[in-house]
């Protein structure tokens, strides 16, 4: 029998997450992509991309009101 089909063979949710914030930061080898473009769950990418920016704007608002308090 195959290994396709493997609980192994999901992706978690925490890998979609770090993919995310990989491409955020834009520093992705060619073979993850590939890989990724496979095995992702696009309802975990989707939920991951809106926490990360949520996070991102988060921060960018902290930084601003600590400087503009400064």
């Known amino acids: 029998m195959s290994g396709k089909g493997n609980q192994g063979d999901k992706p978690s949710f925490l890998y979609s ?3 995310v914030l990989w491409s955020f930061v834009g520093l992705r080898r060619k073979s ?3 890989r990724d473009d496979v095995k992702l769950n696009p309802i975990h990418v989707i ?5 990360a920016v949520a996070l991102f704007i988060g921060i960018l608002i902290t ?8």
């Open 32 to 34: 993850d992509y590939e």
């Open 17 to 19: 997450l770090k993919a």
């Open 63 to 70: 930084v601003v009101k600590f400087v503009v308090s400064k």
């Open 47 to 51: 939920v991951a991309a809106l926490l």
